[in-house]
């Protein structure tokens, strides 16, 4: 009954009649099961379901009867009193509620580039299209506390990539991530990938439902975890592994020295995965760890031509690059510059035009800002709460800076 | 035979008049005190028997009843000792009662006889109305403050005696203690750089605002603080009363005189409600809010103090005073403070840098233990930071307490031209006629309403604050839109001084 149900939630490729098409439902169920069971790390898995009909896999751990140089028979015991107690039903329908799909590498659905991977991932679960494999595609991570800048950054580096045809990666989390994804929606041309860390129902950070809802909408929403999983701390690293495994290129917006991004770094590098890093301030320590990328040799990126030439998709040549905001748009606090250079600058009174170019350090508190000006406080607050009328200055916490 | 003295009791901050009935007849030994006394004042029994006796004097082995007038005012406290045991020698005929004519007594009684200070004594003195008052000598300096001549300061009950029989002249008042040396108030040149947080000191000192500073731990909150005293005015002559009438009724100790000097108090976050408000079991002792009157009251630690407590300032915030009521009745007492506060942006202190490891809840909890409606009532939000070392080594030398304070002194002249003590106070027609917008303003305003920056009670304050501004600028009569600009800086909104915004 459950299956039935499932089956029209859960088809397989071409479903020729209903009894193929219960069969892949099932095969959907039982997987979401066996990622649920204790201690099913994603190599166990892997080894169980690389060559194997997760139902098959799943009547075995029933009957306890696992192979052995896949599972010891202690754990063989405690997954067969898991399973046994499973209710599968539920299960069919809690994935029906969602409209999640179970993939193995026996689907012909599981993207290409997971079962490869060099620690894949045997078990994901997905909610929205499957990932076109073909198209370039371009992970944009960085630090989920950034700054007003690093946050527009994105924004722009994921509508423009997705403009120009460039799968946008991302993880959906506060800050770099979610704005990228922002970005990538609001271009609404290339599909989108999320990948998250916890389960497919548990949404995390809980502000970005309506972004969970809009990428499994217009793209493809990817998790390992299974339903019910909590965000916990480990699940993030195994996350950013699948994040770089379905990428061409990382491209690092702003990122503290040590942290996640880092992290997700250190994968592209195993998996020879081009790394590319948005350069900062060098007062801006959410740009501490880009900087030292690109001080590592990493490719800079002043722009989405940048991406889109590391993905053969322009040549260096052929645009115009970052000076002129020209098809891909310069990154960064460009278009402010521009405007005060020329008509913006006559309706500035020579204490505005002293702050900007203050500000032109990088972002700085207001105390500073204060002192540097050397000008009574009320006037440099008037002048600062003018220049943000303007547009033209930002307030993020405590700090002062360039919109 | 019956004698009747003149004392005082302490409700409140307030002394009242009690008149102390002393019946002294024929009939078995006893000696009971009715009239709502509590039980210190119940206990006056044995202390007055032990004190006469140990004085030489004769305790009458008759029937003793005292009665404390009005009877429906409870009364409190020892201070009625020496005007009962005054009153039974005298009921007794052992003092003639017309040297007690008209004379108030108060004061405590030691076993030995000794007078003891009572307190809230300039309170209690000031009730007993135009009449020689007799105190105990350590009481004698804050008593002259309102009686002036009309003090007799006593050591003992023996001495007390012998003045009304006659048969000594009365004491004199013990030498005024030498001036003790009161700590200077600490002065703003000690902080380097903070220009922004020294300014928001100065509108607050200067229109009385209430200010709430937010910053990591180590900005120097706490510092900048406490050198608010130091910008404000001296007492004026009734503050001065009042804020050493709460002082003594408070129990704190006074300085030799009137306390001219605006207080600073500043409780602790663990503080109850009834420390903070005014409090105990039957009738309300003043409250810190109340120690703070005509003073600042700071609050280190703004988020760690119960939403319960802080909710309990609304009251005292709006109307400059609290009122309390216990089970013995309701008591107001005053509480026109300026309220400073500081918190840090969110738990772990850093917010706003990237350093900050609070997850966005804890910082949304952390936010959300102020409310709204309480936020709303501090005027002057201002981020504080450490000081960029680099700008402090070049920072012109810091301008001091006094430069500041002549400012503010002349900010409330200011205002009093305008009716009122500080421009904070302006309400209604007061504050339209003083502080006209000119067009330019009112955009300012309308666009801020617009934004949802500012709710109605916040658009008066801001135009309150904008008025200090003008004032601490050269004091034209219509408010600028640079003024109001300035006012709504100095007003952030709480979310935007704690960490980044997460998007």
């Given amino acids: 009954m ?15 009649h209903a009894v193929e098409a219960s069969e892949a439902a099932a095969r959907g169920v039982h997987a979401a099961a066996l990622a649920a069971l204790p201690r099913a790390s994603s190599g166990r898995l892997a080894k169980l379901l690389n060559h194997r009909d997760p139902s098959e896999v799943w009547s075995q751990a029933v009957a306890g009867e696992l192979p052995g140089w896949a599972v010891d028979p202690d754990l063989a015991d405690l997954w067969r009193i898991h399973a046994r107690d499973r209710d599968l039903d539920a299960l069919a329908e809690q994935l029906a509620a969602l409209d999640a799909w179970v993939t193995t590498p026996l689907s012909p659905d599981h993207p290409p580039a997971l079962i490869d991977d060099i620690d894949p991932a045997p078990i994901l679960f997905r909610r929205g299209r499957v990932p076109d494999d073909s198209a370039p595609a371009a992970a944009i991570v960085g630090t989920r506390r950034c700054t007003p800048t690093g946050r ?7 509508s423009d990539l997705a403009a120009a045809g460039v799968t946008v990666v991302s993880g959906l989390a506060l800050g770099i991530d979610g704005a990228a994804h922002r970005g990538a929606l609001a271009a609404a041309a290339a599909a989108v990938v999320g990948v998250v860390g916890s389960g497919l129902d548990r949404v995390y950070p809980r502000g970005n439902r309506d972004l969970w809802d809009e990428v499994a909408a217009a793209g493809t929403l990817l998790s390992e975890a299974p339903l019910g999983a909590e965000p916990e701390g480990w699940r993030f690293p195994a996350r950013n592994r699948l994040l770089v495994a379905l990428a061409d290129v990382v491209v690092v917006v702003e990122s503290k020295r040590a942290g996640g991004s880092m992290h997700t770094v250190e994968e592209a590098v195993r998996r020879g995965v081009v790394v590319m890093a948005v350069p900062g301030s060098v007062r801006n320590p959410a740009a501490q760890g880009t900087n030292l990328l690109l001080s590592e040799g990493c490719p800079p990126v002043c722009s989405s031509d940048d991406v889109l030439v590391a993905l053969d998709l322009a040549t260096a040549g052929t645009v115009g690059g970052s000076a002129g905001g020209t098809a891909g748009g310069a990154v960064g606090g460009e278009p402010a510059a521009a405007q005060t250079g020329d008509a913006g600058a006559r309706s500035l009174d020579p204490l505005q035009k002293r702050l900007l170019r203050l500000l032109d350090d ?4 207001l105390d500073a800002l204060v002192l540097r000006a050397a000008s009574p406080v009320p006037e440099v607050l008037v002048a600062a709460e003018a220049l943000e009328r303007l547009g033209l200055l930002a307030r993020d916490g405590a700090l002062v800076l360039r919109a | 035979m019956l004698a009747t003295i003149r004392s005082a009791t302490l409700v409140g901050v307030w002394g009242h008049p009690v008149s102390v009935e002393v019946h002294v007849a024929d009939g078995l030994p006893g000696f009971t005190v009715v009239g709502l006394p509590d039980a210190s004042c119940r206990e006056a029994r044995d202390r007055v028997r032990a004190a006469i006796i140990s004085s030489k ?23 009625l000792d020496l005007a009962v045991a005054v009153g039974v020698l005298a009921a007794d005929e052992q003092v003639a009662p017309a040297a007690l004519k008209n004379m108030g007594v108060l004061g405590q009684l030691g076993l030995d006889g000794s007078v003891r200070p009572v307190p809230g004594a300039l309170p209690l003195v000031d009730a007993i109305g135009d009449a020689p008052v007799v105190v105990a000598s350590r009481d004698s300096a804050v008593a002259e403050l309102v009686a002036r001549e009309r003090v007799r300061p006593v050591n003992n009950l023996k001495e007390m005696f012998e003045a009304l029989s006659g048969a000594a002249p009365w004491p004199e008042p013990p030498p005024a203690p030498a001036p003790r040396r009161v700590a200077p108030e600490p002065d703003l040149c000690d902080i380097a750089g903070q220009p922004l947080a020294r300014w928001a000191l100065e509108v607050a000192a200067a229109g ?7 910053g990591p731990p180590g900005a120097g909150k706490t510092m900048l603080a406490r050198r608010l005293v130091g910008l404000l005015p001296d007492l004026t002559p009734q503050e001065s009363l009042e804020v050493t ?4 009724a408070a129990g704190l100790s006074l300085p030799d005189g009137l306390i001219t000097r605006p207080p600073f108090r500043a409780p602790h976050h663990s503080s109850s409600m009834a420390a903070l408000v005014g409090g105990g079991t039957h009738m309300a002792r003043p409250g810190e809010v109340s120690a703070a009157t005509s003073g600042v009251l700071f609050l280190d630690e703004l988020g760690e103090f119960a939403p319960s407590v802080l909710d309990a300032l609304r009251q005292p915030l709006e109307e400059g005073r609290i009122r309390v009521a216990r089970s013995r009745g ?3 007492h005053p509480a026109r403070f300026l309220l400073v506060a500081a918190m840090n942006p969110c738990p772990c202190g850093a917010g706003g840098t990237v350093g900050c490891r609070c997850a966005p809840a804890a910082l949304a909890r952390y936010q959300r233990r102020l409310s709204g409606p309480f936020v709303d009532r501090l005027d002057l939000v201002v981020r504080v930071d450490r000081p960029d070392p680099a700008d402090l080594l070049d920072a012109r030398p810091s301008v001091s307490s006094a430069e500041v304070a002549e400012r503010v002194a002349a900010a409330r002249a200011e205002a009093r031209k305008r009716g009122v003590a500080r421009n904070a106070d302006l309400q209604g027609s007061a504050l339209e006629q003083h502080a006209p917008l000119s067009a330019e303003a009112t955009r300012v305003l309308r666009s801020a309403l617009d934004e949802g920056r500012l709710s109605a009670r916040g658009l008066r304050r801001v135009q309150t604050v904008a008025r200090t501004i003008r004032d601490l600028d050269d004091g034209g009569r219509e408010l600028r839109a640079q003024d109001l600009l300035a006012a709504l800086s100095l007003r952030m909104r709480l979310d935007s001084t704690g960490s980044m915004i997460h998007g």
């Avoid at chain 2, 004097?57 to 201070?79: C, E, F, H």
């Avoid at chain 2, 009438?245 to 003594?248: G, I, L, T, Y």
């Fill in chain 2, 330 to 332: 309701m008591i107001e």
């Fill in chain 1, 2 to 16: 459950a299956e039935a149900q499932a089956a029209q939630r859960v088809p397989a490729p071409a479903p020729s």
């Fill in chain 2, 57 to 79: 004097l004769k305790w009458p082995p008759k029937r003793i009843t005292v009665n404390l007038a009005p009877n429906d005012m409870p009364k409190s406290g020892a201070g």
């Fill in chain 2, 245 to 248: 009438r709460v002082h003594s």
């Fill in chain 2, 208 to 214: 009385g605002h209430h200010l709430l500073l937010v």
């Fill in chain 1, 152 to 158: 527009s950054v994105a924004m722009e580096l994921g």
């Fill in chain 1, 362 to 365: 990088g972002p700085v508190s």
